[in-house]
């Protein structure tokens, strides 16, 4: 088409030009002035290579137009086979609240998160050994990231996270797990995972009510259980009724080789040769809705929720054992009230020798008074065995906290304020949770932002 409107223009400009030259020609005739045949010569050809030039031109535009859409199309091909991933296609988006990487025929997906938590502690003690003291400032409580998603297909699933050490910063893997399918209603979880006791342990510290979790678990349930490592069948048959039960290297074995286990110098049951643990819940309310027990908040709750738990550990070491367990309940409904209790035991023996028997119990509530501000308060008590104590040290434990939330978007952004009375103090420093040990009574403040990605 070019070509030809090249030609026709040629054409049009060629008579033009044989028009004007008869008119110089006529022109010149009137004037006794005629030009030679040399000159009309000259002329034409002039006109010609003016013809061919504006063709090229109009060639070589084609020509670009053509390489670019050959450009375009090449670039589109490699695009799509680049984004192929077995038998599916990727793509990536902010899919059910969080940032997905998956494949269109869902075997295959990541999503990555991370987590925030800056805090300011003041804490203000009396104590004999070293009198008044006062202790504050600011720390990141907590930094940490993940991996999660599923693999093969969809039924297997994933999850490995790691976390910042608040003194130092040194990144340490805190839990690594993949979860197979082995029925509509029983599953593998193989791994490091959070030993599933303590209610308070295994909810998030992403979904706490208060700044932190009490002293009560810290002393005698999760704080000494934590992270083990082993293979748990988790079965969820019912609607209303979920169990699971693992073998593990026993009570905080997590970042352990095989040659040497869990335990603690707290507990005195170290190093440990095996465990075994276990958990039920029951629904009676709300097992059409259990993220709801993923937290203790009653916030957005859609219907009501009651829940009776308990679970245990028995973990072994040579001529020592320890024995965790637990029985909890937590209410929430639809009008904004929250609350959980739990009774908590340790019963131990450290070689064949000396044994004891702590306990204590906890009672929290919660009271959203609009979708943004909640206000809460906590009491735990704990009962220490004398046997295992030095004479004079305190043996029953107070702890009593009140404070707020001020949620900006749920828990992923969130101001968390509370302050915390020890009438009794502390046994033991717990600096994660702020407390720093003391034989007389202890006032604690700690204000936290969140931030989860």
Do not use: C
Not at 69 to 74: A, G, L, N, P, V
Not at 256 to 267: I, L, W, Y
Not at 297 to 316: C, E, I, P, R, W
């Amino acid at each position: 088409m070019l070509r030809a409107k090249g030609r026709v223009l040629a054409s049009a400009v060629i008579a033009g030009a044989v028009g004007l030259g008869s008119a110089a020609i006529a022109s010149a005739q009137e004037q006794q002035k005629e030009p030679t045949a040399q000159e009309l010569k000259a002329q034409i050809e002039a006109l010609q290579k003016k013809v061919a030039q504006l063709e090229a031109s109009q060639q070589q535009d084609r020509g670009a137009v053509l390489a670019a859409q050959t450009t375009k199309e090449e670039v589109m091909t490699d695009a799509e086979k680049r984004s192929k991933l077995g038998s599916g296609d990727l793509n990536a988006g902010y899919i059910d609240g969080k940032f997905t990487i998956r494949s269109d025929d869902g075997s295959f997906s990541l999503s990555p998160g991370a987590q925030f938590q800056f805090r300011y502690t003041a804490n203000s003690r009396d104590d004999d050994a070293v009198g008044d003291d006062f202790q504050d400032g600011f720390e990141v409580r907590r930094m940490k990231f993940n991996f999660a998603g599923n693999v093969i297909n969809k039924d297997t699933t994933y999850n490995f996270q790691f976390e910042t050490n608040e003194n130092g910063g040194a990144v340490t893997l805190e839990e690594a797990w993949i979860r197979f399918k082995l029925q509509d209603d029983l599953h593998l979880r193989l791994g490091q995972v959070k030993d599933d006791v303590f209610h308070e342990e295994t909810t998030s510290s992403r979904r706490q009510l208060a700044v932190t979790r009490s002293l009560l678990n810290e002393l005698l349930a999760g704080g000494e259980t934590d992270y083990v490592q082993g293979a748990r069948l988790e079965w969820d048959a019912t609607d209303a009724l979920r169990a699971n039960v693992m073998l593990h290297d026993g009570y905080n074995s997590d970042n352990t080789p095989f040659t040497e286990s869990g335990g603690t110098g707290a507990v005195g049951v170290t190093p440990t040769d095996w465990g075994v643990s276990g958990r039920v819940e029951y629904f009676a309310k709300g097992a059409d809705a259990k993220k709801q027990y993923d937290d203790f908040t009653a916030m957005k709750n859609k219907s009501d929720l009651l829940v009776f738990g308990g679970g245990a550990d028995y973990s072994y070491a040579g001529d020592s054992h320890a024995f965790f367990h637990s029985a909890d309940v937590q209410y929430e409904n639809t009008g904004g009230l929250g609350a959980y209790g739990a009774v908590i035991g340790l019963e131990r023996e450290i070689d064949a020798g000396d044994s004891a028997y702590d306990w204590g119990f906890l009672v929290q509530a919660g009271y959203m008074f609009n979708e943004k501000w909640e206000g809460f308060a906590r009491w735990d008590l704990t009962f220490l065995d004398d046997d295992l104590l030095d004479p004079g040290d305190e043996d029953t434990i107070n702890e009593f906290t009140i404070g707020f939330n001020y949620y900006i978007n749920g828990h992923n952004a969130k101001f968390t304020v509370d302050a915390t009375y020890l009438p009794d103090g502390s046994p033991s420093t717990e600096s994660g949770i702020g407390v720093l040990g003391t034989d007389e009574e202890s006032f604690i403040f700690r204000g936290q932002f969140q931030l989860l990605l």
